[in-house]
């Protein structure tokens, strides 16, 4: 999922998916930090 969004985000970033239960609030998942691959210019 980390990689779906790193097109999307600049090159001087990164994207990181964090899942959390809607009912709980607890931590699901959390994926690795991904850097991003768009383009500043």
Known sequence: MDRF???HV???SFVQIVLFSA???TL???GQPCAGVQ???
């Open 10 to 12: 600049p090159v001087t």
């Open 28 to 30: 699901l998942r959390r």
């Open 5 to 7: 969004f790193a097109p």
């Open 39 to 41: 383009p500043l210019v």
């Open 23 to 25: 009912h709980t609030g």
